[in-house]
């Protein structure tokens, strides 16, 4: 494996050390419902306060429009920290200017700090130098402990590597060690399930993904493109009609390489997108103008599981359907019990990433016994493609 500087090279005591973690979280009416991004970043912190550094966080959270936005505060996950590392955590309102080196010019060694959310400045995602400048002038050292967003060349995640001595974090090693040693030569036949809510951006690397698979899985809202694609109705369900030519591209070059691509044959449908929502099992042919698909249906769970026993590795990157509201769960969670059974078993190496995916998979209670959880999800199906990830090649060893 490539050479990386890790915390084991880093000097930092009474240093003020930048980290960027990903506290990208899920959360319900400002409350974290799933910290696992946070339990995996919490020993990189906690090595960096018992060493004496001045623990400085960095993180995005959600997709503001490049402003200010209460909706993507990090204050309250910021507290969720606090609560996970058993730790006063302090918070500063701006990732950059007067608010945050006031708040920085007060913290003792051991002190940990998190900066406001960094896409509330537009110049995060264009990974503009002055605005470099302006994060590397509040430390001395730089962390990179987000695996989950180094596919993305922003200030915080790629930026900050150039103007400051850079070290991977607990997380980022943990990550590239499990990754790598799971998947360089997986066992075969290996599928890649790809679903999830996220579709654009999805879509495009599911060609690239063929090349490196035998099977793909496609479920959540992407697999609607792909029912649209083959003529079949989907009503007001989530569907990106200008991407019908990419899925037709993508199940050709299925045909022609001997790839299996598995959609699903039947859905669960409803009008409303809530809980509990009077819903019914739907045919492909079947799904009214009115109807969303929120979930695969009865025949398509019975069509994967049965696929899995085949299998030897999965990777899986997105539910199958809206699993946040019930009873839309029921595919996802049936399919991870079936892989985390098969996995006790020995029979299946069970690779897992994404946000969603995750707790998708506490919710199911099936993440224990998965092979490895990566807390990636979009950077983890970049780093299956074998696409390079500016986040980590910003730490390589020259
Ligand atoms: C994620 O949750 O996938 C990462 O935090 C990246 O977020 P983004 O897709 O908004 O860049
Ligand atoms: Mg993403």
Redesign the pocket.
Same mark, same amino acid.
């Given at each position: 494996m490539t050479a990386f500087r890790t915390l084991d090279q880093a000097d930092v005591k009474d240093k003020r050390v930048l980290v960027r973690l990903?506290l990208?979280v899920p959360t319900e009416n400002g409350k974290v419902t799933d910290v696992t991004r946070i339990e995996r970043a919490a020993p990189t912190i906690t090595e960096l306060a018992d060493k004496g550094a001045k623990v400085i966080l960095l993180s995005?959270f959600? &997709?503001p429009k490049g402003g200010p936005d209460p909706k993507y505060s990090l204050a309250p996950v910021a507290q969720a920290v606090g609560e996970v590392i058993g730790r006063p955590v302090g918070f500063a309102a701006d990732c950059i200017g007067a608010v945050a080196e006031q708040a920085i010019a007060a913290m003792k060694p051991g002190d940990v700090l998190c900066l406001e959310n960094t896409r509330f400045h537009k110049e995060e995602e264009k990974n503009d130098p002055a605005f470099v400048k302006q994060l590397a002038q509040l430390g001395d050292v730089w962390v990179n402990d987000?695996f989950?967003?180094a596919? &993305?060349a922003h200030a915080s995640t790629e930026g900050l590597g150039h103007v400051l001595p850079a070290y991977a974090g607990r997380s980022m090693q943990a990550e590239l060690e499990a990754l790598t040693k799971a998947l360089e030569q997986p066992k075969r036949p290996v599928a890649a399930v790809v679903g999830g809510a996220?579709v654009s =951006?999805k879509l495009d690397l599911l060609g690239n993904l063929l090349d490196k698979v035998d099977v793909l899985i496609i479920g959540g809202g992407m697999a609607n493109t792909f029912l649209a694609a083959q003529g079949h109705p989907v009503g007001k369900s989530l569907c990106e009609p200008d991407l019908i030519p990419t899925a037709n591209d993508i199940l050709a070059k299925a045909q022609g390489s001997g790839k299996q691509i598995l959609l699903p044959v039947d859905a669960v449908v409803a009008e409303t997108f809530a809980a509990n929502a009077p819903s019914r099992v739907a045919g492909l042919d079947d799904v009214g103008p009115n109807e969303m698909i929120l979930d695969i249906g009865p025949r398509s769970v019975e069509h994967v599981v049965s696929e899995l026993e085949r299998l030897k590795t999965v990777l899986w990157n997105g539910p199958f359907g809206a699993f946040e509201l019930t009873p839309f769960d029921t595919g996802t969670v049936t399919v991870a019990e079936a892989a985390a059974e098969l996995t006790a078993a020995g029979k299946l190496v069970t690779v897992a990433g =994404?946000?969603d995916t995750v707790a998708a998979l506490n919710h199911a209670g099936a993440a224990d016994r998965f092979t490895y959880i990566s807390t990636? =999800? =979009?950077?983890f199906l970049e780093w299956l493609e074998g696409k390079a990830l500016p986040g980590v090649d910003i730490l390589k060893t020259k």
């Open positions: 990903d990208n995005h959600g &997709r987000a989950s967003a596919h &993305r996220k =951006g =994404g946000g990636a =999800g =979009g950077a």
